[in-house]
T-cell receptor
Framework: GAVVSQHPSWVICKSGTSVKIECRSL??????MFWYRQFPKQSLMLMAT?????????EQGVEKDKFLINHASLTLSTLTVTSAHPEDSSFYIC????????????FGPGTRLLVL | EDQVTQSPEALRLQEGESSSLNCSYT??????LFWYRQDPGKGPEFLFT???AGEEKEKERLKATLTKKESFLHITAPKPEDSATYLC????????????FGAGTILRVKS
C-alpha cells in the first residue's frame, strides 16, 4: 500500500503560539509532499509544495513566513504554523507523491487545528 | 484557467439504487485525472487514476470512466457504507505535480 501518516491528529493551542505538524510516508519515498487546508464543507486548497532538500513553493496568498515547511528527508515533511491566530483554525492535510510509475498523491488522515 | 466542476453537489440514493457522479474539467493539457473518497474528518482516500480518453477502471461497486471533457464515477448497487464525499482532481500538464480539485459530491446512501 501507500500509507501516509500525520501527527498530531488534532491540536488545541493558544493564540500566539506555534504548532508543528508532521507528515510521514510510511512505506515509500516521497521527494514531493503537499500541504492543503480544508474549511468545513469546502474542497482542499493547496497551500504549498514541499520538495526534499529544497525550499517549498507556496501558492499565491499563502504567507511563507507564517507557514514554515521543512522537507528534511524522503519520508518526512513538517508544517509549522507560527504565531497562530483563531483564523488559522482549520483542517490541515498533507499528501505525498509516490516516486516512479503513476504520479498519484496519497493523503494523510489530516490534522485538526483549533486556535483559541 | 484550469477548472474542475463536479455535479451534483449532493446525491441521496436508496441502497441498491445505481447512479453516476460527474466531473467536468477544462485544462490545457491533462496529465491525469484522480478520484478520491473522503469521509468526514479524514483525509482523502485514493480510488482511481485515469490518463486517457476511453480509459475505464473498476473497484468493487465503483467504476470510473474518462472522456476528453469529463469523467464519470458510476456506483452500482450502492450500500450505506459508500456514503462519503467523492472528490475529483485533475493534474494539468503545465502545473507539474499540482492537483486541481473539484468541490466534491456528497453521497448519502440510505438503507
Amino acid at each position: 500500500g501507500a500509507v501516509v501518516s500525520q501527527h498530531p491528529s488534532w491540536v488545541i493551542c493558544k493564540s500566539g503560539t506555534s504548532v508543528k505538524i508532521e507528515c510521514r510516508s510510511l512505506d515509500f519515498q516521497a521527494t514531493t509532499m503537499f500541504w492543503y487546508r480544508q474549511f468545513p464543507k469546502q474542497s482542499l486548497m493547496l497551500m504549498a509544495t514541499s520538495n526534499e532538500g529544497s525550499k517549498a513553493t507556496y501558492e499565491q496568498g499563502v504567507e511563507k513566513d507564517k507557514f514554515l515547511i521543512n522537507h528534511a528527508s524522503l519520508t518526512l515533511s513538517t508544517l509549522t504554523v507560527t504565531s497562530a491566530h483563531p483564523e488559522d483554525s482549520s483542517f490541515y492535510i498533507c499528501s505525498a507523491r509516490r516516486q516512479g510509475g503513476v504520479e498519484t498523491q496519497y493523503f494523510g488522515p489530516g490534522t485538526r487545528l483549533l486556535v483559541l | 484557467e484550469d477548472q474542475v466542476t463536479q455535479s451534483p453537489e449532493a446525491l441521496r440514493l436508496q441502497e441498491g439504487e445505481s447512479s453516476s457522479l460527474n466531473c467536468s474539467y477544462t485544462v490545457s493539457g491533462l496529465r491525469g485525472l484522480f478520484w478520491y473518497r473522503q469521509d468526514p474528518g479524514k483525509g482523502p482516500e485514493f480510488l482511481f487514476t485515469l490518463y486517457s480518453a476511453g480509459e475505464e477502471k473498476e473497484k468493487e461497486r465503483l467504476k470510473a470512466t474518462l472522456t476528453k471533457k469529463e469523467s464519470f464515477l458510476h456506483i452500482t448497487a450502492p450500500k450505506p457504507e459508500d456514503s462519503a464525499t467523492y472528490l475529483c482532481a485533475v493534474q494539468p500538464m503545465e502545473y507539474g505535480n499540482k492537483l486541481v480539485f473539484g468541490a466534491g459530491t456528497i453521497l448519502r446512501v440510505k438503507s
